[in-house]
């Protein structure tokens, strides 16, 4: 498995340390409320199963399951294979989410969100890929900025495959070009 990465771009100690510097400022601004934290199924599960746990105020957590993506190419519609059960009226909501690639997924589900009342919403993500957006939006607090290349590791994938890998690399192009 790990002769189909390229080179590594993010260890476990990378991640750990950003990801320390985010729960310190999420847990500041979060000691008064409950938000509802929303990670985004499959891939953030790792990334937001770790966050969570830096996190030292009451909060619920309530996945969402949706995707733009088949293999590596966005279809450019969001589909929500799985809805949170949580009421978000008059609460804060956070997404958790592995990267943001187009934009489009996160746009769609934070705009769900503000039509079902949440009194505010706000993405974590793990990784922000500007370079491939294709709508205007951006992440509250990302951990990096991530290079052009296919990313896969702490739960981002191709085809299923790879999210258990314990740093973000970059997948071989020979690996997906097939």
Do not use: C
């Not at 290349?149 to 314990?166: C, E, M, Q």
């Amino acid at each position: 498995m790990n002769n189909d990465i390229e080179r590594i771009l993010y260890s476990q100690s990378d991640l750990d340390g950003r990801m320390d510097e985010m729960a310190a400022d999420l847990n500041v601004k979060y000691r008064n409320e409950e938000p509802i934290i929303i990670p985004v199924l499959n891939g953030a599960m790792i990334f937001a199963s770790d966050m969570i746990k830096r996190l030292d105020f009451k909060l619920i957590i309530d996945p969402i399951k949706a995707s733009s993506y088949v293999g590596s190419q966005s279809t450019g519609k969001v589909k929500i294979m799985q809805d949170i059960k949580s009421d978000v009226k008059g609460r804060p909501v956070i997404f958790m989410e592995d990267i943001i690639d187009t934009g489009r997924t996160l746009q769609a589900l934070s705009e769900v969100m503000k039509d079902r009342g949440a009194k505010r919403v706000e993405v974590v993500a793990m990784l922000d890929k500007p370079n491939t957006r294709v709508v205007d939006f951006h992440a509250d607090y990302y951990g990096f900025k991530a290079p052009d290349g296919f990313l896969v590791g702490y739960g981002l994938d191709y085809n299923g495959l790879y999210r258990n890998l314990p740093y973000v690399g970059i997948l071989k192009h020979e690996v997906y070009a097939n």
